[in-house]
C-alpha cells in the first residue's frame, strides 16, 4: 500500500512538474506552442492513466485482502468447531451437571449411552463423564465384570456428566416423560440436574494417528 501511494505522488509530481517546466510563452512562435501543448496534454494523458491503473490496483488488493481476511476467520472459527467436536481442547459455557447415583448397580453402559444420545440431541456441544473421560463420536461405553468403563476408563456412582450447551434445554432433554431420568428411576436409581450459566470441559480426547488411512493430495 505504501509503494502504491509512493507511485501516486510521484505520477502526480510529474504531472506538476511538466505544467511548470514554461512559465512564460512570451515571444514563442506559433508552431513551437502547438507542440508544447500537444506535448503536454499527452503527459497529462499518461500520467492519469497511470493513476487511474494504480488506483484500480489498489481497490483489487484492498478487495482480495479482505477477501483473504474473511476466508481466514472462517476457517479458524470451523478448526476451533472441528477440535471441539474431536475433543482436543477444553471448554466453558452454560450447560447442565447431572449426577446418576445406582445403589442397586443396576444401572447398564446402554442406559449411560441412551442419556448421552439424548444429551447429543438436545445440542450438547462438549461432554465429559466424571471430570475425567471426554466423551465424543468413537467413545465406547462397555460395563465388562459389571463395572462402566468409558473408552476403558472404569468409572463408578455417583456418575457425574457435565455438557454445554444450552442449559435449560439441556435440562429438559433428560427430565422429559421417558427419557433418562425415568430410565434410571426405573431401575432404581435417581438423576439429579443442576442447569449453570458456565460449565467447564477440562478433559481431553486423545486422537490417535491413523493406522490405513491417508490424506490426498490437491
Same mark, same amino acid.
Given at each position: !500500500?505504501? %509503494? $502504491?501511494?509512493? !507511485? $501516486?505522488?510521484?505520477?502526480?509530481?510529474?504531472?506538476?512538474?511538466?505544467? &511548470?517546466?514554461? +512559465?512564460?510563452?512570451?515571444?514563442?512562435?506559433? +508552431?513551437?506552442?502547438?507542440?508544447?501543448?500537444?506535448?503536454? &496534454?499527452?503527459?497529462?494523458?499518461?500520467?492519469?492513466?497511470?493513476?487511474?491503473?494504480?488506483?484500480?490496483?489498489? /481497490? +483489487? %488488493?484492498?478487495?482480495?485482502?479482505?477477501?483473504? *481476511?474473511?476466508?481466514?476467520? #472462517?476457517?479458524?472459527?470451523?478448526?476451533?468447531?472441528?477440535? %471441539?467436536?474431536?475433543?482436543?481442547?477444553?471448554?466453558?459455557?452454560?450447560g447442565v451437571t447431572i449426577a446418576i447415583t445406582?445403589?442397586?448397580?443396576?444401572?447398564?453402559?446402554?442406559?449411560?449411552?441412551?442419556?448421552?444420545?439424548? $444429551?447429543?440431541?438436545?445440542?450438547?456441544?462438549?461432554?465429559?463423564?466424571? /471430570?475425567?473421560?471426554?466423551?465424543?463420536?468413537?467413545? =465406547?461405553?462397555?460395563?465388562?465384570?459389571?463395572? %462402566?468403563?468409558?473408552?476403558?476408563?472404569?468409572?463408578?456412582? @455417583?456418575?457425574?456428566?457435565?455438557?454445554?450447551?444450552?442449559?435449560? *434445554?439441556?435440562?429438559? #432433554?433428560?427430565?422429559? @416423560?421417558?427419557? $433418562? =431420568?425415568?430410565?434410571?428411576?426405573?431401575?432404581?436409581?435417581?438423576?439429579?440436574?443442576?442447569?449453570? +450459566?458456565?460449565?467447564?470441559?477440562? &478433559?481431553?480426547?486423545?486422537? =490417535?494417528?491413523?493406522?490405513?488411512?491417508?490424506?490426498?493430495?490437491?
Amino acid at each position: !500500500m505504501g %509503494l $502504491l501511494l509512493a !507511485m $501516486l505522488g510521484f505520477a502526480g509530481a510529474t504531472q506538476i512538474r511538466l505544467t &511548470s517546466r514554461h +512559465d512564460s510563452f512570451a515571444g514563442q512562435p506559433h +508552431d513551437n506552442l502547438v507542440a508544447l501543448l500537444d506535448s503536454l &496534454s499527452a503527459a497529462s494523458d499518461r500520467a492519469q492513466l497511470q493513476i487511474n491503473q494504480l488506483q484500480r490496483t489498489r /481497490t +483489487d %488488493l484492498l478487495t482480495s485482502s479482505k477477501r483473504r *481476511t474473511a476466508a481466514l476467520t #472462517a476457517a479458524h472459527q470451523q478448526l476451533d468447531a472441528l477440535r %471441539l467436536l474431536a475433543g482436543t481442547v477444553p471448554a466453558e459455557g452454560p450447560g447442565v451437571t447431572i449426577a446418576i447415583t445406582d445403589p442397586q448397580h443396576a444401572v447398564t453402559a446402554g442406559s449411560v449411552l441412551n442419556g448421552i444420545e439424548e $444429551l447429543r440431541d438436545a445440542g450438547a456441544e462438549a461432554i465429559e463423564i466424571d /471430570t475425567r473421560v471426554r466423551v465424543v463420536a468413537s467413545t =465406547s461405553f462397555t460395563e465388562p465384570a459389571g463395572v %462402566l468403563l468409558v473408552d476403558g476408563v472404569p468409572v463408578r456412582s @455417583p456418575y457425574v456428566i457435565d455438557a454445554i450447551g444450552s442449559s435449560h *434445554t439441556l435440562g429438559q #432433554a433428560v427430565v422429559f @416423560p421417558g427419557g $433418562l =431420568s425415568d430410565q434410571i428411576r426405573q431401575l432404581g436409581g435417581t438423576v439429579t440436574v443442576r442447569e449453570a +450459566d458456565a460449565v467447564k470441559v477440562q &478433559s481431553l480426547h486423545r486422537v =490417535s494417528p491413523p493406522e490405513y488411512a491417508h490424506p490426498t493430495g490437491g
